[in-house]
């Protein structure tokens, strides 16, 4: 693996001699010191911000993701230190700068937002989070002239979750529209207004030069994907950075999003074990095994009791959790690949990861498909709409001044780039500046 083309950046940039960073030091310092990723405490990961103080927002998630996925890195190094794959994982500072990016495209009000926000797009090219991401870090950021972050080649491709383009992997039968039925009311039909899993057809050079140290073959076969019957494509590779991180947003997704809903009372103690009673022996097993003298004979009694005794004792299990699924991960080859950063990446044993599985989709039943969750991410989903389409039908007189040079580069897009941006209290804020009642004022900031 040429280790140089990798650490490329798409504008040259030399460091200062006295600088001991090496570049994956120097891609973390740069978005830790973003806006993008200062606003990322602003935004809604499950729950809505102003609630409580307590649960996590996308910030306090990415950051989880990144020291999770640092120490599945740690971990790989530690099991397999003979392995092919050893030899070129991440450098700690590298893959935290993926974790810590990896929510960066995510709009105001979670998915609803993202939903809003295909469907205002969809004459334009569409909208995805994920795309996004690459387009903040690639365009949009202010590290450099004309490639935003202008982070190396490998930690974009560490981020690259989906390397394929939104215009060939969407199914032109599934366009974004309004819901049929409501007279008086404008709701978008969620389910044709939501994105396939892309790239933004913007960043398709950004790709390409991404791409470029690869062979024709391996290129090819990265940006394959699956045609699925009434649902879009769905891509089927990714790096062994990008798979990392993947895993690590798993486990922070299925773990620490749970003990929030426990935390705040939104998954009762029936519910929980009703949902993993005889779905989780490989946890069990580990807890009998390694902590013989916490209970007598029902151990399963005892990882609930845990997780609904009080704080410390459900931070301690928690803990147990993310060890337990972190130590499960293993690399996985994937023969028909030459480049070793495609050739390998990592996976998850079976039992953790069935397990995993049913934390995640009792957190989607329980908290993120509830009613309380989705008339806040109805309501943020019309506000977003609103303040897009108002931008929108005149932009000189309501777009921000300092914007207006995005507008004359980039049309519409450069809206969708605004709104996208705004944390849930800026848009909030323009909303009521635009549709209240109230009369508001000149020094409200915009």
Excluded at 146 to 153: D, K, M, P, T
Excluded at 191 to 197: E, G, N, R, T
Excluded at 404 to 415: K, L
């Amino acid at each position: 693996m040429d280790e140089t083309l990798w650490l490329a950046r798409r504008e040259n940039w030399t460091p200062q001699n006295e600088d001991a960073r090496d570049g994956g030091d120097i891609d973390y310092a740069r978005v830790i010191h973003s806006a993008s990723f200062r606003r990322l405490q602003g935004k809604t990961q499950i729950l809505n911000l102003g609630d409580s103080d307590f649960y996590r927002t996308r910030l306090t998630h990415s950051l989880e993701v990144a020291q999770i996925a640092g120490g599945i890195a740690r971990q790989l190094e530690k099991d397999a230190p003979d392995h092919v794959a050893t030899a070129i994982l991440p450098g700690r500072s590298m893959i935290h700068a993926i974790g810590c990016t990896h929510d960066f495209g995510h709009p105001p009000f979670g998915h609803g937002g993202e939903v809003a926000l295909n469907y205002c797009m969809r004459d334009e090219g569409g909208f995805e989070g994920n795309g996004q991401t690459l387009r903040i870090l690639s365009r949009l950021e202010t590290f450099s002239q004309g490639a935003g972050a202008n982070l190396a080649r490998r930690t974009l491709l560490g981020v690259l979750k989906y390397p394929v383009a939104y215009a060939d992997v969407r199914n032109p039968a599934i366009a974004p529209r309004l819901a049929p039925g409501p007279t008086t009311l404008r709701i978008i039909d969620a389910a044709s207004a939501k994105p396939p899993k892309c790239y933004l057809d913007t960043e398709r050079d950004v790709v390409g030069w991404i791409l470029d140290p690869l062979s024709a073959g391996d290129r090819a076969l990265l940006q394959s994907f699956d045609a699925k019957p009434g649902k879009h494509a769905k891509s089927r590779h990714k790096s062994l950075d990008c798979s990392i991180m993947d895993v690590a947003d798993d486990i922070a997704y299925g773990v620490h999003d749970l003990e929030d809903a426990i935390a705040l009372d939104l998954i009762h103690r029936e519910t929980f074990a009703a949902a993993v009673t005889d779905r989780c022996p490989t946890f069990l097993d580990a807890l009998k095994a390694k902590y013989p003298g916490e209970s007598a004979n029902d151990v399963m009694r005892q990882f609930v009791d845990g997780l609904y005794g009080g704080e410390n004792s459900r931070k301690r299990f928690i803990g147990r959790l993310v060890h337990h699924f972190l130590t499960a991960v293993h690399y996985v080859e994937m023969e028909e690949f030459d480049a070793p950063l495609l050739r390998w990446r990592v996976g998850m044993a079976p039992g953790q990861k069935a397990f995993l599985e049913v934390l995640k989709d009792l957190v989607v039943r329980e908290v993120i498909t509830s009613p309380a969750v989705q008339h806040l991410e109805f309501k943020g989903q019309t506000m977003v709409v609103a303040v897009f389409e108002a931008m929108q039908a005149d932009p000189e007189r309501l777009l921000p001044r300092d914007r207006m040079p995005f507008y004359e580069t980039y049309g519409v897009r450069a809206i969708c780039d605004y709104v996208a941006a705004m944390t849930d209290t800026s848009l909030l804020k323009t909303y009521e500046r635009l549709f209240a009642p109230r009369m508001g004022s000149v020094f409200d900031r915009l």
